[in-house]
């Protein structure tokens, strides 16, 4: 059990290993990522322990910073540097990192502020660098399951702004901003992780 004021995600637990399956080796030669929306801080905790080659820099807006920092305090791992606050919005980290991952953040982003992540992964990433972007995407403007359809619903309930993004959509954002988009692997419970990389 953990502590009440530790914040906890079920899905994080859920997912955390087909995750780490796909960007384990991905990130295999990658020595300073950046994590956009680290949210409980539950995954940066789980992926810097099995991937302590690389320094792991959680990032997200600042009310989620105080259970970030408590996961990581907990952890004590030397690669999980302080977290910082990243608006997607506002201004980034002034370094370049070698690779970027962001989990289940763009469907709950506006799609201005999905531009804006594309925009600052492109500047923040380096050459060859790869960004890893987990979540439920729609293809060809379908969903890919009903399950998704009515999560899409429940998400735009709450806020119209907010929604499943297609990734012919993406790829374009993506495109935009020098990266091209050169894996889509089929996750567990209707996600997907989609590889992009800059290209020099």
Known sequence: MYPIDKPYSEACEENK?????VIGPLFQEVRHLLEIGSGTGQHAVFFAAALPHLVWQT???AHYLPGIRAWLDDADLPNLPPTRVLDVTGTWPDERFDGVFSANTAHIMSEPEVEA????????????????????????GRYTSESNARFDAMLRSRDPAMGIRDLDRLI?????????????????????????????
Do not use: K
């Open 17 to 21: 290993q087909p995750i780490l399956d």
């Open 59 to 61: 990032s997200d807006c």
């Open 117 to 140: 992540m594309f925009d600052g992964v492109g500047r923040v990433l380096v050459d060859g660098g790869c960004f890893a972007l987990y979540g439920p995407f729609n293809i060809g």
């Open 172 to 200: 374009r954002m993506a495109r935009d901003n020098g990266m091209e988009l050169i894996a889509d692997h089929p996750m567990p419970v209707n996600n997907r992780t989609l590889v992009w990389q800059r290209i020099p």
